[in-house]
């Protein structure tokens, strides 16, 4: 089993509003990544959480704020967000093992700020 | 410095048709990872292969094929008899090992080739 669920699929956001993104796996995996995604471009890394840590944070504004509760689940919380936000959020997990390290996605939450 | 270009930015075919969708990476490391994924318009990233750079074998798997050639630092991706379920947009991707062996976190990804197939 390789699935990764996010929720919610779609999310329409006021530019004051607080929200969140929740996404989670349950291969045991011990990686687990969120990416933005712009209509037509490639996804772009915006953290990593490793062993439920963060260890990649690549210059993402503080409007975005990661959080991993577990081993299992990973936020993203969205507060005052501008309309150049809007874009399709993947998240992603890996097994953190040199012989297995493939990053798995889920669906995707996409994402509208008006 | 890593990168990674897909030059097709789009590629339109008729069913059955072959079609091989390019990829050229660019990497300083001795050890890094290919990897390629599949993007239909629903926008989930489906992982099709993952390739080691000591591991230079190509692949099969049913219809889709893999060339992977360090001397030219190439990892092609060929769908034989093209259907129009594989009508998505394709992602290469690149990733530099960690100090544990494994992948980083970061996979840098090519801009990705728009495959139409049309019945």
């Known amino acids: 089993d390789t699935e990764v669920t996010q929720t919610p699929k779609h999310l329409v956001m006021g530019m004051t509003n607080k929200k969140s993104l929740k996404c989670e796996q349950h291969m045991g995996h011990r990686a687990m990544y969120w990416y933005k995604q712009k209509a037509k471009k490639p996804p772009e890394l915006m953290f990593v959480?490793?062993?439920?840590?963060?260890?990649i944070n690549e210059s993402v504004p503080s409007r975005f704020s990661p959080e991993c509760p577990n081993s299992s689940l990973l936020n993203l919380h969205l507060h005052a967000l501008q309309p150049e936000d809007s874009a399709l959020y993947l998240c992603?997990?890996?097994?953190?093992?040199?012989?297995?390290?493939?990053?798995?996605f889920g669906p995707g939450t996409r994402l509208l700020v008006l | 410095a890593q990168k990674v270009t897909q030059a097709q930015t789009e590629i339109s075919v008729v069913e059955k048709e072959d079609v091989t969708l390019d990829c050229v990476y660019e990497t300083r490391d001795t050890t890094y990872y290919l990897f390629w994924y599949k993007q239909p318009p629903s926008g989930e990233l489906v992982f099709l292969i993952r390739r080691n750079s000591f591991d230079e074998q190509n692949e099969i798997s049913g219809r889709y094929s893999w060339n992977f050639q360090k001397s030219t630092s190439s990892f092609n991706f060929t769908i034989t008899a093209s259907q129009v379920v594989d009508s998505a947009v394709y992602f290469c991707?690149?990733?530099?090992?960690?100090?544990?062996?494994?992948?980083?976190?970061?996979?840098?990804f090519g801009k990705g080739t728009k495959l139409s197939v049309k019945p």
């Open positions: 959480y490793s062993y439920e840590k963060l260890s």
């Open positions: 991707a690149l990733s530099e090992a960690s100090n544990y062996g494994g992948s980083q976190g970061n996979l840098i």
């Open positions: 992603a997990s890996s097994p953190r093992s040199s012989e297995q390290e493939t990053q798995y």
